[in-house]
């Protein structure tokens, strides 16, 4: 098949799957097959040691599993140690603590890679005191006392490690890493080559004990550093400093290794050592993908023979190979591969399928675009239920998409797993019906945390995706993200608007269908200024005007810079509106969060919008509702009652409001995420009837019509921070969405929440 048919038919995969998830439940229920669900995420910085901060960096980067499939263990290389976690019950992980590589070597040896035979792990260890200098060991433990029963030098720093199918084997990878900031001679900075040249070492699994266990080298160049002439004929980018990256092993005991930097692949007989052959991973022309990063989801970029360069590498049976192209310093196709051994020629590609998924389900991370995109780093084939399944994690936009791979060279798209950020271990337990995805990146400061999540394959609807979107004249998917806001669309029971905030340089106003399931963005209109040119506000609100139109809410990086929009259909601005002078001079950055509007029989408007937080001068706890009074022209305030928070750097604000017969409904939420959140709630106020009088500030009682967070929890994710959105649709039921932050410092995941009936929790028809 080609490339071009290729892609196009796993375009049409995605599509057709957005509109199946579309149709009834009871009409398709036959017809769907079963999905990966997400039962847990378990944040890793509570398996810590007693005695060590919960801020203390602390990952988990690669994992393995005992052979009953209820103990895994992670690699934590930052903390130098590996974590143990009982997965017996996949929606309840326990820590079950953590064995310091400290205690059996150096203070500064870092874990990279982790295999479990038997009763024992093996985990290889990264013991160099420097590029020059690369080392490292292996280390046997047992997995009943965790005590070390042995270790074996490796002669190099190692990368991965992977055991045969048939346990006579272990393949690890001696990477041998380049210094990023060396210039080798005649070349630039962080170039190759740069000795000593990395290899491979395999562990022969012989005798009754790992003490007579024999490890056995494979170099990669001649014992004189020369390269070896089937990697210089197999097209290897530097043959003199080959550094391997990562192993896997067919059922036939052939090892396939990437040579990530150096673009190729390189393929050894386990039996006798001897390689068999080399090729090249070639190079790629990517169409319809975003390359600028410009605050644009624009699809329409290129890259041209840009170098695959494959980071993991999985045999899908004992002829086809993929490959995850997350590219090195000089390559990245954003896509994923798989090659036939036996030619070592492409027998399918990617293309642009993988970042449009990204875009479709909200994972698009626009910092990346001038870069590598997604950086599909990780890629797992495993067999479930006799169904051949590859799953592909990306780096940079915190998913795992799953394939049906039950052809091998034609993969058909079946969902997109939402991860915590930085995913990079993929652990298939077929066992147990299970996938482990563990996440590295870890920053309490933006509390970003490293977390292992558990997905279990079942019937029913996953919890993600929640809201997708639709392709658009062009046939790309509709480029969304950061949703902060909700509106009813006047006149339509099933549809709903939401706008993009500044994450975005241009503003775009969204249509959500939400007959279907999930919720499918089928619209974008883009805002303009009074000129008629694309605009980018910093939109935080959002009202659908019944005499057509739109209010939007318009923080401002400065209190003055906060203001009242009021669109016409087309989205160009027609009036804006500021804030009083004083009031605006009592605000920092956090203005405007939301606005709604009323219009009594005599079609006067009034408008209400919500400040975030306090402005200086008014009594602590006390935020600011506006009402604007559009034929007079007037603001006037009332007062509501924020609670209180003893989290240190946490605060309290109200993110949204929207009128609900004779009251108005807000969100009222702190600003914490994952296990720490629990302020996510919706309270009601009664609607005054008419201006507040001047200077005053009357506090209007609130009630607190339903608390999110449970239903945030229900998802099985990362709580997420930022609750934003809230409406009454034309259906009469309650909707609500986070904003994703566009995936800066948030995993990304957009929560489109069914609150159920409107009359049920606002007391009203």
């Not at 393949?171 to 962080?190: H, K, L, W």
């Not at 950061?482 to 009813?488: E, F, I, K």
């Not at 929890?713 to 930022?722: F, I, L, S």
């Amino acid at each position: 098949m080609s490339p071009k048919r290729t892609y196009a038919a796993l375009s049409a995969a995605a599509v057709a799957a957005v509109t199946l998830v579309g149709t009834s439940p009871a009409s398709a229920h036959s017809h769907v097959p079963p999905a990966f669900q997400r039962t847990a995420t378990y944040p890793v910085f509570q398996n810590r040691p007693a005695g060590e901060g919960p801020a203390s960096a602390t990952v988990a980067e690669i994992s393995a599993v005992s052979e009953d499939g209820r103990t895994l263990i992670y690699t934590d290389a930052l903390a130098r140690r590996i974590g143990f976690l009982d997965i017996s019950k996949p929606g309840s992980p326990r820590g079950l603590g953590t064995l310091s590589l400290a205690a059996l070597g150096d203070a500064e040896d870092e874990p990279t890679s982790v295999a479990v035979f038997g009763q024992y792990v093996l985990v290889v260890v990264n013991t160099s005191a420097g590029y020059s200098t690369p080392s490292g060991r292996l280390d046997v433990i047992s997995l009943r006392d965790r005590k070390r029963v042995t270790s074996f030098d490796l002669g190099g720093q190692p990368d991965s490690i992977t055991i045969s199918k048939d346990k006579r084997y272990a393949a690890i990878a001696i990477e041998n890493e380049r210094d990023e900031e060396a210039t080798p001679p005649g070349g630039e900075e962080g170039d190759l080559p740069q000795a000593p040249a990395g290899f491979v070492q395999i562990v022969d699994f012989k005798g009754s004990s790992p003490q007579q266990w024999r490890t056995r080298a494979v170099p990669l160049t001649r014992s004189n550093g020369t390269a070896l002439p089937v990697l210089a004929d197999g097209g290897i980018v530097e043959p003199t400093d080959p550094e391997p990256e990562y192993v896997s092993i067919s059922s036939g005991n052939q090892l396939a290794v990437t040579l990530q930097e150096n673009n190729g692949i390189v393929l050894v007989d386990l039996p006798t050592g001897r390689i068999t052959k080399a090729f090249s991973a070639g190079t790629d022309t990517v169409h319809g993908i975003d390359t600028v990063d410009d605050g644009v989801i624009d699809q329409t970029g290129s890259i041209t023979d840009v170098r695959r360069e494959p980071d993991a590498i999985s045999w899908i049976d004992d002829r086809y190979l993929a490959t995850a192209n997350e590219g090195d310093w000089k390559g990245g196709t954003r896509g994923w591969s798989i090659f036939d051994s036996r030619t070592g020629k492409v027998a399918w590609d990617a293309g642009n399928s993988f970042e449009r998924i990204a875009v479709r389900y909200g994972l698009h991370n626009e910092d990346r675009a001038g870069k590598k995109g997604t950086e599909p780093e990780g890629v797992v084939v495993a067999t479930f239920h006799g169904v051949r399944y590859a799953f592909v994690g990306s780096e940079r936009s915190n998913f795992v998409a799953v394939y049906d791979l039950s052809r091998p060279t034609s993969p058909v798209f079946r969902q997109v797993l939402a991860t915590t950020n930085g995913p990079e271990g993929l652990l298939p337990i077929p066992s147990r019906d299970l996938l482990a995805v563990s996440s590295e990146e870890d920053d309490a400061t933006v509390n970003v945390r490293a977390s292992v999540s558990l997905f279990q394959l079942g019937k029913g609807t996953p919890s993600f995706p929640s809201i997708v979107s639709a392709s658009d004249s062009s046939g790309a998917p509709i480029g969304w993200g950061a949703l902060g806001a909700l509106s009813a669309v006047p006149g339509e029971s099933h549809e709903l608007y939401t706008v993009t905030d500044a994450a975005y340089s241009v503003t775009k106003i969204m249509t959500i269908d939400t007959s279907r399931q999930p919720a499918v963005i089928t619209r974008a209109l883009t805002v303009k200024d009074a000129g008629g040119k694309p605009v980018g506000y910093d939109a935080e609100g959002i009202f659908g005007r019944p005499q057509g139109g739109f209010w939007l809410a318009v923080e401002g990086a400065t209190g003055a810079g906060n203001e009242l929009v009021r669109l016409d259909r087309d989205g160009v601005t027609r009036q804006v509106v500021p804030l009083p002078a004083d009031v605006a001079a009592g605000l920092a950055k956090q203005g405007f969060e939301g606005v709604t509007a009323t219009t009594d029989r005599n079609g006067r408007e009034i408008v209400w919008a919500t400040l975030q937080r306090e402005v200086t001068g008014d009594p602590a706890g006390i935020v600011r509702l506006g009402r604007y009074d559009v034929q007079a022209g007037t603001w006037s305030w009332y007062g509501y009652q924020i609670g209180t928070t003893d989290t240190p750097g946490d605060w309290i604000g109200l993110s949204e409001i929207t009128a609900v017969g004779d009251k108005l409904a807000l969100i009222e939420r702190d600003k914490l995420n994952g296990p720490a959140a629990k302020i996510k709630r919706v309270y009601t106020v009664d609607m005054p009837k008419s201006a507040a009088p001047s200077g005053s500030l009357q506090v209007l009682p609130k009630r607190l019509a339903h608390d999110v967070l449970p239903d945030l929890r229900a998802t099985d994710g990362w709580t997420q921070e930022k609750l934003e959105g809230l409406t009454v649709g034309g259906d009469g039921q309650v909707y609500a969405v986070t904003d994703n932050d566009a995936l800066t410092d948030a995993t990304g995941e957009t929560v489109f929440l069914r609150l159920g009936s409107s009359k049920k929790m606002f007391g009203h028809h």
